[in-house]
């Protein structure tokens, strides 16, 4: 199965875009550039506030996480499968000396994750690269076929309730 090009990504990035808006999720598609090597899916994990994913003035407590479709390379023989990933990073930078409590955190919180998982893994952040909690997930479906809405407007949920726990679990180690 040949790889998609970047009017296909683009595409299938705007269909899930417009699916998302529907379910009342704010999305808007990123533009590659600086911040992104490919156009990339933005999404407001749900909260309590609204949030108007095209303005310049983003609120500092807005909880994005970031979508992509990844594909394997074209020599792969797997090609059955595209994917659809999604991850956020915990803003708060994780100093050394409390890297074993955060791995102890992200330990718990993927015993109770039904998708997707929490790492410890470097990150450029506010303020520079440093250790970060950061979360992924993926979303499969076969080539030819469309990812399920179900599937992804659940993800978007869980995404919200873990972002919460997470950062209120960050925030009491770093006290």
Same mark, same amino acid.
């Given at each position: 199965?040949?790889?998609? *090009?970047?009017?296909?990504?683009?595409?299938?990035?705007?269909?899930?875009?417009?699916?998302? *808006?529907?379910?009342?999720?704010?999305?808007?598609?990123?533009?590659?550039?600086?911040?992104?090597?490919?156009?990339?899916?933005?999404?407001?994990?749900?909260?309590?506030? #609204? /949030?108007?994913?095209?303005? &310049?003035?983003?609120?500092?407590?807005?909880?994005?996480?970031?979508? *992509?479709?990844?594909?394997?390379?074209? &020599?792969?023989?797997?090609?059955?499968? $595209?994917?659809?990933?999604?991850?956020?990073? =915990?803003?708060?930078? =994780?100093?050394?000396? $409390?890297?074993?409590?955060?791995?102890?955190? /992200?330990?718990?919180?993927?015993? =109770?994750?039904?998708?997707?998982?929490?790492?410890?893994?470097?990150?450029?952040?506010?303020?520079?690269?440093?250790?970060?909690?950061?979360?992924?997930?993926?979303?499969?479906?076969?080539?030819?076929?469309?990812?399920?809405?179900? /599937?992804?407007? #659940?993800? =978007?949920?869980?995404?919200?309730?873990?972002?919460?726990?997470?950062?209120? $679990?960050?925030?009491?180690?770093?006290?």
């Amino acid at each position: 199965m040949p790889l998609l *090009n970047k009017e296909q990504r683009n595409q299938e990035l705007a269909e899930i875009k417009e699916f998302l *808006n529907e379910l009342d999720f704010a999305a808007a598609i990123l533009p590659s550039g600086p911040w992104a090597e490919q156009d990339s899916l933005l999404v407001h994990l749900p909260t309590e506030e #609204e /949030v108007n994913l095209e303005s &310049e003035d983003l609120p500092e407590n807005a909880y994005v996480a970031v979508g *992509n479709l990844l594909q394997l390379d074209e &020599e792969d023989d797997r090609q059955l499968t $595209k994917y659809l990933l999604f991850y956020f990073m =915990i803003p708060e930078a =994780i100093d050394q000396e $409390k890297e074993f409590d955060a791995l102890k955190i /992200v330990n718990e919180m993927n015993t =109770i994750a039904r998708m997707g998982s929490f790492f410890l893994g470097e990150s450029q952040g506010p303020t520079g690269m440093n250790n970060h909690i950061q979360y992924r997930l993926t979303i499969g479906t076969s080539t030819d076929g469309t990812f399920d809405e179900g /599937v992804v407007g #659940e993800a =978007i949920i869980e995404m919200g309730m873990y972002y919460d726990l997470m950062s209120e $679990k960050a925030a009491a180690l770093l006290k």
